[in-house]
């Protein structure tokens, strides 16, 4: 089955780059995908990568994947005070459900 | 994007009754909506997948006559806990996913559940 591992913690100097680290399992998944959490709110997608793509950028948000190691990133330019949530990352399974990463809370200090 | 909208966001109920949340999918008809628990400060714990038409397929730990779910239309899934217990508090999301090309998934706002 999936097992996605993140890191849980992150602090950053607004404008700086922060960068989200994520690890899955499932070599089949078709998409990998980024979500936003805010305190108290459900998921917002931000951002997606199709399987056989190496990168994805979307205005500041840039997506590294890297199949041979199951390793993906999320790295943020310019962070603003705005990006301050928990990132989770999610693979979907052959089985039509996805599997989250256990969360990265992002801290941005002004 | 597709919305999904969850009612109640938030809700207080005593111990010993039961709490029907709503999951919508407003501009998109949803076969399957999915339903997640989130403890504080951790991640989502998938409890149930809703289908149109027929049962919900529950994870294993999750007891069914606890958590009723009903999916009664391409754009309705309910979720009820009944007789709920403090350990029942919680933050409860349902998503639902358009099953084309990307196969997104959309979440609806959350409900906090408080049981006291």
């Known amino acids: 089955g999936e097992d996605v591992e993140q890191s849980l913690f992150l602090s950053v100097r607004e404008g700086d780059s922060s960068v989200i680290n994520c690890t899955y399992t499932d070599s089949s998944s078709t998409y990998l995908y980024w979500y936003k959490q805010e305190p108290g709110a459900g998921l917002q997608l931000l951002t997606y990568i199709f399987s056989n793509m190496d990168m994805k950028q979307d205005q500041r948000l840039t997506v590294l994947l890297n199949k041979k190691d199951k390793h993906l990133s999320l790295r943020i330019a310019d962070t603003q005070t705005g990006d301050s949530a928990i990132y989770f990352c999610a693979e979907a399974g052959g089985n039509n459900r996805l599997a989250f990463g256990k969360g990265n809370q992002v801290v941005v200090i002004p | 994007g597709a919305v999904v909208s969850q009612h109640p966001s938030r809700v207080i109920c005593k111990s010993g009754t039961s709490v029907k949340i709503e999951c919508r999918s407003l501009?998109?008809?949803?076969?399957?909506m999915f339903w997640y628990r989130q403890f504080p400060k951790q991640s989502l714990m998938l409890m149930a997948t809703?289908?149109?038409?027929?049962?919900?397929?529950?994870e294993q730990g999750v007891e069914k006559d606890k958590f009723l779910i009903n999916h009664a239309s391409l754009t309705l899934s309910t979720l009820t806990v009944t007789s709920a217990h403090p350990e029942d508090s919680s933050f409860y999301i349902c998503?639902?996913?358009?099953?084309?090309?990307?196969?997104?998934?959309?979440f609806g706002q959350g409900t906090r559940l408080t049981v006291v």
């Open positions: 501009d998109f008809q949803a076969t399957t």
């Open positions: 809703s289908n149109e038409g027929s049962k919900a397929t529950y």
């Open positions: 998503s639902a996913r358009v099953i084309q090309g990307l196969a997104e998934a959309f």
